[in-house]
């Protein structure tokens, strides 16, 4: 005889109810905090709201936002700078944030005062950081420029924030430094999850230390090296406030990157719909490498697993 399955269904949906009801509140500020501000941009990005021209109101316009936004060479530039950017930052950092790693992870005397060492640049805030660098860097008698001339690297000091090129050396190294521990202490976390016996097991079939990190290493660090990676790229192409505070995105327009020009049209030229439809574009492409990431490296870990 086969037992009643009623009191079993209904003990179920009771918890199921019972379940959206303790999640309800995370789920109301997700939606209150994440969905909301979001969904209201996208609605004042397809408006014409000027604060310059408040009796125009707020007339529909569609996509005009977004294709002022295609033929505009300032957003494209800023786009361009953003892109550099992001490409030179990040890839130095998961450079030296890998060796960092990779040095933490041996035992040694004192080992536990290094980490914490390591970990200090990324507790600063960031305008203290970019205040510093700043201080590093400014004039001709700067920190930076002493030590060149001392050096004999250079006979005349540069002046870092007046030309265009120079301007993005100082912000660079100020982002490498600030964030490359966060990147090292994610792929320290990972270093730590590979198991010992599989060196021994490589070093004992005759496997080169070069050998044990491409065949070993590498392929275990893949997960860690993905989160770093997302995170990294994802913050260093919304930078904002480092170059705001070190070179207002001057020379010129010449290190503005896409932040600064959306902060700039929503807030000093007033223009709201302009201004909402270039945060839309940046988390479209945020959003987009960030599936990009997980589809291209996460295929690539499903594979290495199976």
Not at 19 to 25: D, G, M
Not at 175 to 182: G, H, Q
Not at 234 to 256: C, H, K, N, Q
Request: with cysteine; aromatic share 12%.
């Amino acid at each position: 005889m086969m037992p009643p399955t009623r009191p079993i269904a209904g003990a179920e949906r009771a918890e199921a109810r019972l379940a959206w009801w303790l999640a309800a509140p995370a789920i109301a500020t997700i939606l209150l905090v994440a969905l909301f501000p979001l969904a209201w941009t996208v609605w004042e990005s397809v408006h014409l709201h000027d604060l310059r021209m408040p009796w125009l109101g707020q007339p529909f316009v569609g996509l005009a936002n977004y294709v002022e936004a295609a033929r505009d060479a300032r957003f494209r530039e800023a786009l361009a700078h953003t892109v550099l950017f992001t490409a030179v930052t990040v890839t130095l950092e998961l450079t030296i944030g890998c060796l960092l790693a990779l040095a933490m992870n041996r035992a040694f005397r004192g080992r536990g005062l290094v980490r914490a060492a390591v970990l200090v640049p990324w507790a600063i805030p960031t305008v203290v950081s970019a205040l510093l660098w700043r201080f590093i860097f400014e004039g001709q008698s700067g920190i930076a420029n002493a030590m060149l001339v001392r050096l004999g690297l250079v006979r005349t000091p540069p002046v870092w924030f007046i030309e265009a090129g120079l301007a993005w050396v100082p912000v660079v190294l100020a982002d490498v430094w600030k964030t490359t521990p966060f990147v090292a202490l994610l792929l320290l976390a990972g270093l730590q999850n590979i198991d010992a016996s599989l060196y021994e097991a490589a070093r004992i079939d005759g496997a080169s230390a070069w050998r044990q990190f491409r065949h070993v290493t590498l392929p275990l660090l893949r997960p860690a090296i993905l989160v770093a990676l997302i995170f990294r790229t994802l913050d260093a192409f919304r930078v904002f406030d480092l170059i705001y505070v070190m070179t207002g995105g001057g020379p010129g327009t010449s290190t503005e990157p896409i932040a600064l020009y959306t902060f700039n049209s929503l807030l000093q030229n007033l223009r709201f719909g302009y201004g909402s439809a270039l945060s839309v574009i940046v988390f479209a492409v945020t959003f987009a490498l960030a599936l990009g990431y997980i589809r291209f490296l996460g295929a690539g870990l499903t594979e290495t697993r199976a």
